[in-house]
């Protein structure tokens, strides 16, 4: 299984970005697919996931309002839409997978594979 994700960059507060993350190597319904983000010095820290089966969603407090995540199944990709970017957003953003379950989880143990990471940073 490969998680290639992509859309980081640099944005200026208030800005926008989307993110993307393709799955493959592997053909499941029960799939749940995650963000995730580390700022430097940080603990990593739960973004959003989103199940493929019942599309169901959920979103960490400092996403809740400003970020979106949604899924394509047909191409096994999911997408993260940060609105509202503000300087605390900056960090690099991971994409992950759980395969196998309908459950979204915000606990990073649960997820078996894991994309490189894509570089969120929003100036000031």
């Known amino acids: 299984v490969q998680l290639q994700a992509s859309g980081g960059g640099l944005v200026q507060v208030g800005g926008s970005l989307r993110l993307s993350c393709a799955a493959s190597g592997r053909t499941d319904t029960n799939l749940v697919m995650g963000w995730f983000r580390q700022a430097p010095g940080k603990e990593r820290e739960f973004v959003a996931a989103i199940s493929w089966r019942g599309g169901h969603t959920i979103y960490a407090d400092s996403a809740k309002g400003r970020f979106t995540i949604t899924g394509d199944t047909a191409k096994d990709t999911a997408y993260l839409q940060m609105a509202s970017l503000k300087p605390e957003d900056t960090a690099v953003y991971s994409c992950?997978?759980?395969?196998?379950?309908?459950?979204?989880?915000?606990?990073?143990?649960?997820?078996?594979?894991w994309g490189q990471g894509t570089q969120v940073t929003v100036s000031s």
């Open positions: 992950a997978a759980r395969y196998g379950s309908m459950s979204v989880s915000r606990f990073g143990k649960y997820y078996g594979y």
